[in-house]
């Protein structure tokens, strides 16, 4: 990934909010994003899919409660190169609404949003993700073939990747393909989501933004490969599984993933100093000894 032609004007956006309801009571008492994924909080993955995409500038947007709670585990963000900072949402408003909470952080920026909850790997993900990252205009959703269809937003498009219909959890799907939690959208997404009517629910709807650039022929869809996967780990089921597909991809390949540390350093972001610091902060755990191998690597 070093040495590749990588945007400089897209920040990211993480909705790290909501109360986890589905997770009760696991969740009455902290943040879903802050519960491990095997060996790491559930806010390592999403993180690491925007540093792969080459963002280094992102905003966290969470609750009062949880901000803080953010803060401590990643603070400002140096430790990986890059730069975090928070917004705090008082009640769930819809996803769009991120864009209005982040619209002074973006300022002229293309922007790249995802859940805090949401899991991606495979080994084409960040060459998809560079790719749909150095899209000048319009917006690029990131669909997966799914065998429910019917419990997504399903998203129909032609064979160039360009979206043709959008519909939320439909009785008869047009495609198997579910948009996940994952957007990228041009410097127009604020201005759009601050235009969009609340819906029946009051929230602001990432759909219903979606379907705008639909209209307009700006709507791009980057479908995962055969290889990848995703998961939104809202619920226990999804949640054990994601942890068990992290336990048995790091136990049998050596390769970690959301390795926070190990993006910056292939990005060229961190330098062998910084990954020694970050070695001794974590210690004697998986972890830790992870970034020490990586140490003994760039040595030799």
């Not at 309801?21 to 491990?36: D, V």
């Not at 990432?206 to 939104?232: A, C, K, P």
């Not at 780990?233 to 597909?245: H, K, Q, V």
């Not at 390949?253 to 990005?267: Q, T």
């Amino acid at each position: 990934m070093k040495g590749k032609s990588i945007p400089r004007y897209r920040k990211g956006i993480i909705l790290a909010g909501g109360t986890g309801s589905r997770l009760w009571p696991l969740t009455e008492c902290t943040s879903k994003q802050l519960l491990p994924v095997f060996d790491k909080p559930m806010i390592y993955y999403p993180l690491a899919t925007l540093m792969l995409a080459g963002i280094r500038e992102v905003m966290l947007i969470s609750t009062p409660d949880d901000v803080p709670r953010f803060r401590a585990l990643e603070g400002d963000g140096s430790r990986v190169g890059g730069r975090i900072e928070y917004a705090v949402q008082g009640s769930p408003r819809g996803i769009a609404e991120a864009l209005l909470s982040a619209s002074n952080f973006l300022g002229d920026a293309a922007s790249a949003l995802i859940l805090g909850d949401n899991l991606f790997h495979g080994p084409q993900l960040a060459g998809r993700l560079l790719q749909a990252a150095h899209q000048t205009s319009g917006a690029t959703i990131f669909a997966c073939p799914v065998q429910d269809p019917e419990r997504y937003g399903v998203v129909e498009c032609d064979a160039n990747g360009t979206a043709l219909s959008l519909v939320e959890k439909p009785k008869l799907p047009k495609s198997r393909l579910a948009v996940t939690g994952l957007y990228l959208y041009d410097e127009r997404a604020p201005l759009i989501a601050r235009s969009l009517q609340p819906s029946a629910r009051g929230e602001l709807e990432i759909t219903d933004l979606n379907r705008v650039y639909l209209d307009m022929g700006e709507l791009h869809t980057t479908i995962l490969s055969q290889d990848s996967v995703w998961f939104d780990t809202g619920t226990p089921e999804s949640l054990f599984a994601a942890g068990e597909y992290v336990r048995r991809q790091q136990q049998t390949r050596a390769h970690h993933i959301g390795c926070l540390e190990e993006i910056a350093l292939l990005m060229g972001w961190i330098d062998r100093g910084q990954l020694e610091q970050s070695a001794q902060r974590y210690g004697k755990c998986a972890y830790g000894q992870h970034l020490r191998e990586l140490l003994e690597d760039a040595a030799a």
